[in-house]
């Protein structure tokens, strides 16, 4: 199964994260935004889609920059995940956890300490040594 997600930067050092709500699998771990892909959408419009719904952000699909993926190993749920990440600069406009638990705005230092899905620990890890560069 596909799943999207979003890095978004703030420009000024700092990365937006997602606490889920706990009634969800993966309840009350800290990820990158974003859900799965429906059929009949490709990754980017899934991503618009999730961000909307999920923040009441509009994304502009040109500024997305696919970033990295990763997966999860066969036979560990019955449908293994795929997450792929992708960056974009945040416009400064409104956001808010619309679908429930909460937001906030770290650092990569910050990320990294955050208790996260297996796939958000690798893919931050990736996502920091590529945006240190
Ligand atoms: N959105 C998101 N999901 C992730 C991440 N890492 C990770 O393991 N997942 C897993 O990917 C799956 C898809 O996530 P989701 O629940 O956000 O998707 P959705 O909103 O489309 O689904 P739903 O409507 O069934 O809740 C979940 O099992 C979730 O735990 C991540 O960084 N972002």
């Given at each position: 199964m596909c799943v999207v997600a979003l890095a978004l930067h703030d420009g000024k050092g700092r990365w937006l994260m997602h606490r889920r709500p706990e009634e969800k699998h993966h309840g009350g771990l800290?990820?990158?935004?974003?859900?799965?892909?429906?059929s009949r959408e490709n990754p980017a419009q899934a991503l618009v889609r999730e961000i909307s719904e999920e923040l009441g952000l509009?994304?502009?699909?040109?500024?997305?920059?696919?970033?990295?993926?990763?997966?999860?190993e066969p036979g560990e749920r019955e449908s293994p995940?795929?997450?792929l990440l992708y960056t974009c600069s945040w416009?400064?406009?409104?956001?808010?956890?619309?679908?429930g638990g909460?937001?906030?705005?770290?650092?990569?230092?910050?990320?990294?300490?955050?208790?996260?899905?297996?796939?958000?620990?690798?893919?931050?890890?990736?996502?920091?040594?590529?945006?240190?560069?």
């Open positions: 800290w990820e990158f935004p974003g859900g799965k892909v429906e509009t994304l502009d699909p040109r500024k997305l920059e696919p970033c990295r993926f990763a997966q999860e995940i795929v997450i416009d400064g406009s409104a956001l808010a956890a619309l679908e909460e937001i906030g705005w770290f650092t990569p230092s910050a990320v990294l300490e955050l208790d996260m899905p297996p796939l958000d620990i690798a893919l931050a890890a990736g996502l920091f040594e590529k945006a240190s560069d």
